[in-house]
């Protein structure tokens, strides 16, 4: 649909709004018609009930969520603000180029951490303490080697991803390549923060999850994105993210230490 509007029809920039509006309408309205009607699902579309108490449960728990949305449009202001200042138009290019690939590594922690959630909820719900401890132990292990190879797959590609995105300017694929660099290190130590603020959420405890996820995303990238550039410069924003989610790392493992008897994981 893209390809009719922008190129077909010349539509340009509008094209591009026009197709996505229709996108998200015909994925409302299929599924709507779908279970309005008899069908051979078990859902059904239904008079609604209200039960405030569990929505505002739910709603609670979800606090983790609301604020890594929120506070990563925020951070993104507060980065963009210092390269402008320390690097000009290329310092943004290169965070840019950053932000591309970024959550694709990411993506991977977070996958995993979303996908073992109703399994960690389903366990905490049963009481099954045993199993618990099991998964708990298991994906320290997963998230821990994960992070070992997705670090060494960043660092390793840091070059080939630069070239493809800014090969037209030497100066800015430079910069690019060491920035990807740089931010790759923070793939050793986000996983474990992610993982934890989803683990927390899967416990039912949104304040414990919100913590974490405050802590990783707000707290101390907006503490370090103002001070570490002061003593290395343009690299200090790079090594911004690394140094937020190791710092956020101590609250995690003290969350952790701090909430085990209570949920009997370790």
């Known amino acids: 649909m893209n390809a ?55 709603c609670t728990n979800g606090i983790s969520e609301l604020m890594t949305t929120i506070s990563s449009s925020f951070v993104s202001v507060l980065y963009n603000l210092q390269l402008i200042r320390l690097a000009g138009e290329d310092g943004v290019a290169a965070y840019g180029v950053i932000m591309y690939v970024y959550y694709i590594f990411f993506a ?94 899967a416990l039912n405890n949104g304040l414990i999850s919100a913590i974490i996820s405050f802590s990783r995303t707000l707290l101390f990238q907006t503490l370090v994105i103002f001070t570490l550039p002061v003593f290395w410069g343009i690299d200090g924003v790079w090594l911004s993210v690394s140094t937020a989610e190791f710092l956020a790392l101590f609250v995690t493992v003290s969350l952790f230490i701090f909430m085990r008897k209570r949920y009997h994981y370790v």
Do not use: M
């Open 4 to 58: 009719l509007f922008i190129i077909v029809l010349g539509w340009g920039l509008a094209g591009a709004a026009i197709s996505t509006v229709i996108g998200q309408v015909i994925a409302a309205v299929v599924p709507l018609v779908y279970y309005a009607r008899e069908n051979d699902s078990l859902l059904r579309i239904i008079r609604p009930v209200f039960p405030f108490r569990a929505i505002l449960k739910v």
């Open 108 to 201: 991977v922690f977070l996958g995993y951490s979303l996908g073992i959630a109703p399994v960690i909820g389903y366990n905490h719900g049963a009481k099954n303490s045993p199993e618990l401890k099991n998964i708990f132990r298991k994906s320290l292990k997963v998230v821990g080697v994960s992070s070992i190879g997705i670090t060494l797959l960043a660092v390793a590609l840091a070059g080939p991803i630069a070239w493809i995105y800014v090969r037209y300017d030497a100066a800015l694929f430079e910069l690019s390549r060491r920035a990807f660099l740089l931010y790759s290190l923070s793939f050793l130590i986000c996983g474990f923060n992610i993982f934890g603020s989803a683990f927390f959420t």
